[in-house]
Antibody, heavy 119, light 109 residues
Framework: EVQLLESGGGLVQPGGSLRLSCAAS????????MSWVRQAPGKGLEWVSA????????YYADSVKGRFTISRDKSKNTLYLQMNSLRAEDTAVYYC????????????WGKGTTVTVSS | EIVLTQSPGTLSLSPGERATLSCRAS???????LAWYQQKPGQAPRLLIY???SRATGIPDRFSGSGSGTDFTLTISRLEPEDFAVYYC??????????FGPGTKVDIK
């Protein structure tokens, strides 16, 4: 069974840093592109970042470009999101997801991890 | 940048009724790259439709998608109690890579 499990969320002060992890199982990790999507409290879904299966290509939403870094570790079957210079507006549930590289839909999602940026 | 608009914002219907949800794009979108998701409170989104009209694995046939260009539709033929949720459309593009619509909430009348 394909599974994604996020961790690393928590409370952080504005300007601080946090690293999210997404542990993957049940599939060949390096064969699939992956993405981070967030959802602020009571709001809709916002795409944050994506990475190719090999890790050679990365993509970011303008709202996080220059502050967040996506990466993946094939040896650990884990996806990461390093978040720096955090702002109150980064407060959200962060989901990792697999996406299909042909039709570009996200068909497997983790349960999410909550990030709260507040003093 | 392509912007997705969903209407209505909220749809109040009774079980057994037909639901028609709209997703409109600010520019033409390839049908191959239009997907629909369902999200219930406290849960992750669930893929329903990809390629504008193809049902994802395990999705009941009461869910159907249609449309092309800038206008896409998700139809739920007969609402079941478990279908009351928020629905999002999503498209793939150049920049940003993915865009979601603001969502349509289907609630019980």
């Amino acid at each position: 069974e394909v599974q994604l499990l996020e961790s690393g969320g928590g409370l952080v002060q504005p300007g601080g840093s946090l690293r999210l992890s997404c542990a993957a199982s049940g599939f060949t990790f390096s064969s699939y592109a992956m993405s981070w999507v967030r959802q602020a409290p009571g709001k809709g879904l916002e795409w944050v970042s994506a990475i190719s299966g090999s890790g050679s290509s990365t993509y970011y939403a303008d709202s996080v470009k220059g502050r967040f870094t996506i990466s993946r570790d094939k040896s650990k079957n884990t996806l990461y999101l390093q978040m720096n210079s955090l702002r109150a507006e980064d407060t959200a549930v962060y989901y990792c997801a697999l996406y299909d590289g042909y039709y570009y839909y996200m068909d497997v999602w983790g349960k999410g991890t909550t990030v709260t940026v507040s003093s | 940048e392509i912007v997705l608009t969903q209407s209505p914002g909220t749809l109040s219907l009774s079980p057994g009724e037909r639901a028609t949800l709209s997703c409109r794009a600010s520019q033409s979108v390839s049908s191959s790259y239009l997907a629909w998701y369902q999200q219930k409170p406290g849960q992750a989104p669930r893929l329903l439709i990809y390629g504008a009209s193809s049902r994802a694995t395990g999705i009941p046939d009461r869910f159907s998608g249609s449309g092309s260009g800038t206008d896409f539709t998700l139809t739920i033929s007969r609402l079941e109690p478990e279908d009351f949720a928020v629905y999002y459309c999503q498209q793939y593009g150049d920049s940003p890579l993915f865009t979601f619509g603001p969502g349509t909430k289907v609630d019980i009348k």
